[in-house]
């Protein structure tokens, strides 16, 4: 089983809808949490950072960790043509110095 | 002015051959990075340094060597390219091994 789990897509949606983007996770010494989006040819840029359990806003984006369940989402409202990208969850802990797991990423097409 | 640059942006070699992939951050972070990404978008963590000094040393064949000439400089350099090395590799940094990483534009390098 992989660290992180993650449903690479795609994903396609409506201009206006609500995205959910989810991942899941089996090492539970994971306490920080960041969701980054990456345009094709681009790298990855930070969307999200989060530590611990709870909600975070920023604009149209919520992200969400639920430690008890191992479980983080994504929600994007209103989405825009412009959010077309692949998001990737990450996760970090330390073992054995701090590092950086990324999922597999989940592409979105939002479709004008 | 860009904060993570990397060169080059394309790298086509034949197998067998010896290359070189070099990343700077003007950002006076602490911690730098080398990342593969493969074909199906999968971002896997390669090597991390904090202050010149190796952190991270993930299974990676020994043919890879990072070199941290200082804080600002992180290159990666391949011996003996295989079919297989054929990937993006993503250059990050970080102020501290917790915080946001800022990824560079990534240098896809294909073996022939």
């Known amino acids: 089983q992989k660290e992180v789990e993650q449903d690479p897509g795609p994903l396609s949606v409506p201009e206006g809808a609500i995205v959910s983007l989810n991942c899941t996770y089996s090492?539970?010494?994971?306490?920080?949490f960041m969701w980054y989006r990456q345009y094709s040819r681009k790298g990855p840029e930070l969307l999200m950072y989060?530590?611990?359990?709870g909600n975070k806003e920023d604009g149209r984006f919520t992200a969400q960790v639920d430690k008890s369940s191992k479980y983080i989402s994504l929600f994007i409202r209103d989405s825009q043509p412009s959010d077309s990208a692949t998001y990737l969850c990450a996760m970090s802990a330390r073992t054995g110095g701090f590092k950086t797991i990324f999922g597999a990423g989940t592409r979105l097409f939002v479709k004008a | 002015d860009t904060a993570v640059s990397q060169t080059p942006k394309y790298l086509v070699t034949q197998m067998g051959n010896d290359k070189s992939i070099k990343c700077e951050q003007n950002l006076g972070h602490d911690t730098m990075y080398w990342y593969k990404q493969d074909s199906k978008k999968f971002l896997k963590i390669m090597f991390s340094y904090n202050n010149k000094e190796l952190i991270i040393n993930e299974t990676v064949p020994n043919r890879f060597s990072p070199k941290s000439p200082d804080k600002a400089h992180l290159n990666l350099h391949i011996n003996s390219l295989e079919l297989g090395d054929s990937a993006v590799y993503f250059c990050?940094?970080?102020?501290?091994?917790?915080?946001?990483?800022?990824f560079g534009p990534g240098t896809r390098l294909l073996v022939l």
């Open positions: 989060t530590y611990s359990s």
């Open positions: 990050a940094s970080s102020r501290t091994e917790q915080e946001t990483q800022y």
């Open positions: 090492n539970s010494a994971f306490q920080y």
